[in-house]
């Protein structure tokens, strides 16, 4: 097996659908497998996918167990050579992952290669290429300053704003909307830390396996169309601001905190916390 497909669906069933049709062109000549971990969906997806996809692996949770346990549950049950790691609400183009499978084959030291990811607009999705998520690029992010200043590498270390969206790039993260990964990586890092409950595990991956010697890179000859938001995270919308805040702390907490003093440390929770709550605030008047 050259391709184990592996998704966690959470009442993303209308983009689902969508996603698993493209899945032939963007694959063919190579051989895969789809394994979908769903979390208890309440749209009718499990149905759809019995009715018109008899030869997927399908796992039916009965509660919500989030997103990063159950992508590592699709990933251990995968026989694939690679492993992609795609959102239900993402949808492939033509030749996608058979691209970046050619270009793994040729480069043995990436192990993770992330594509183009454009929004249905066919505006860019920043996040499909990262720097480290330090301190100062979060922030300059958070403020807006990569905005403001896109062609200085010292504001745009989280997005890479600077770089040529149209070159191959070797960046320090992808999004784990659709990313691919060599089993060799698995096999050296193992899989991703579940203690993200979901958001940042992508990131956290990226880094640990940089950490170990692999390479990672964005492959803009590979596209994929991704409707950010929905499905999983838009059906649960309180908690998902919640976990995304969660995540960026642990992120820091679990790479970075040492490098820093207490005082900042309590600093830069002190912010992840307002900044928490105001979007939480800001998301229910909006409501």
């Known amino acids: 097996m050259d391709i184990s497909v592996c998704i966690v669906n959470l009442n993303a069933g ?32 499990k149905d759809l996918i019995k009715e018109h996809f008899q030869n997927i692996i399908l796992i039916s949770n009965h509660h919500n167990l989030g997103y990063t346990s159950e992508i590592n549950k699709a990933m251990n049950l995968g026989k694939g050579k690679y492993k992609l790691i795609l959102n239900p609400d993402a949808r492939l183009m033509p030749k996608a992952i058979l691209n970046i499978v050619d270009f793994m084959h040729t480069n043995k030291k990436v192990g993770i290669v992330g594509p183009l990811v454009l929004n249905e607009d066919g505006s860019f999705q920043k996040s499909c290429r990262r720097g480290i998520a ?74 640990r396996a ?30 998902s601001i919640f976990e995304w805040h969660r995540s960026y702390y642990y992120y820091y907490l679990k790479h ?32």
């Open 210 to 239: 940089i950490n170990k010697g692999w390479k990672i890179y964005y492959n803009p000859n590979s596209i994929v169309i991704h409707k950010a938001g929905h499905g999983g995270s838009n059906s649960v919308p309180y908690k």
């Open 134 to 207: 330090r301190p100062f690029a979060v922030f300059s992010y958070f403020l807006g300053l990569a905005k403001l200043f896109p062609r200085n590498k010292k504001f745009t270390g989280y997005h890479l704003n600077h770089l040529d969206k149209n070159e191959i790039n070797e960046v320090s993260g992808v999004s784990g909307s659709c990313m691919v990964i060599n089993q060799a990586v698995i096999n050296d890092i193992g899989y991703f830390d579940e203690r993200f409950f979901a958001y940042q595990e992508d990131s956290d991956y990226c880094l």
């Open 14 to 45: 209308k983009h689902l659908i969508h996603c698993l049709q493209s899945l032939r062109l963007a694959i063919q000549p190579l051989s895969y497998e789809v394994i979908i971990v769903d979390n208890n969906s309440q749209d009718g997806s």
């Open 256 to 287: 970075f905190s040492k490098e820093h003093s207490v005082f900042f440390n309590i600093f830069y929770i002190s912010i992840m916390l307002s900044k928490l709550i105001f979007s939480e605030i800001i998301f229910m008047l909006r409501r």
